[in-house]
């Protein structure tokens, strides 16, 4: 199994820092916001070591673009990513009800 080094796109840095936002500023909900963002640092954790071995997408546009996702494992967030070589770069963040495809 191979190790990547992940890093975050500043398209991806904005949209995480939207998210947690909206659920602080919003939502009145820091709390959430933390426990989001201990997800999401856990989830990079487990992408660093799982990247290659996460399936195609079903989904026509996310392989045009030659992207896979990786889902938060207890919120309902998603990332997408693309691997260049030993480095995985997380390209996105989205929550699932998002219509992701038409801000691609």
Known sequence: MKNYRVVLSQEAENDLRERLLYLINDKHSP???????????????KLSYMADALPVPDNDKLRLLGLKRMNFS???????FTIEGDKVIITNIFHA????ENKL
């Not at 009800?97 to 992701?100: A, P, Q, S, T, V």
Request: aromatic share 20%; proline share 0%; no cysteine.
């Open 31 to 45: 709390w959430t916001a933390k426990n989001v963002m201990k997800d999401y640092n856990d989830t990079k954790i």
């Open 74 to 80: 207890k919120h309902d967030y998603f990332m997408l």
């Open 97 to 100: 009800r998002e219509d992701f």
